[in-house]
């Protein structure tokens, strides 16, 4: 019995660690500002109501300068991170702000991606944790991979030109103040001046 319980609490602390160690062990570096974004085939979300709030038509795949928006906020997370229930809130209230404000609501989207983690496990953190906005899976850890294996959260904000251009404005691992975020970000997107 004793061994049983060992056994189960040692795999909890790997799922806990499991994010963390694999950047520090891959010795990567994150795409940083002025770096063009991968091109990784997502899957489409599955409700229309999310669909339509990111601007995608279809079912099947889509790359994030496909969103009908000037800027695109990448959040990365993780199921099993220990610091992202801490920053939840905040993202949250940030998606709020911004779609209470007609400047901005169709300009800027939010778009979380699930590191290592399931469809399964990502509909359990939107529930548990009532985002708004849409969640991908990244199971298999192949966008994590593109992103430069970062440890989460993190967040990278995406500029998206008419002419299709698309490049990180600004990579952040965590705010607690949304306004001076929102700011941060109109800023270096260069939405305002």
Known sequence: ??????M???IIIMCLLLPDF???AANVKPLKEGDELPLIQLPTPETLEERNYLGIEKEGFFTIPKIKANVVIVYFFSFYCRYCPAQVAYVNELYRVINKNPALKEKIKLIGIGIGNTPMEIDAYKEANRIPFPLIPDTDFSIHKAYGEVTTPC????????DGTHRVVC????????DDYLKLILKKSELIK
Not at 1 to 6: R, S
Not at 155 to 162: H, L, N, P, T
Request: net charge positive.
């Open 155 to 162: 967040f990278f904000v995406v500029r998206i030109k008419e």
């Open 1 to 6: 019995m004793i061994k049983k319980i060992f």
């Open 171 to 178: 990579f952040t691992y965590a705010f607690r103040d949304v």
């Open 22 to 24: 694999l950047a520090l």
């Open 8 to 10: 189960f609490l040692l």
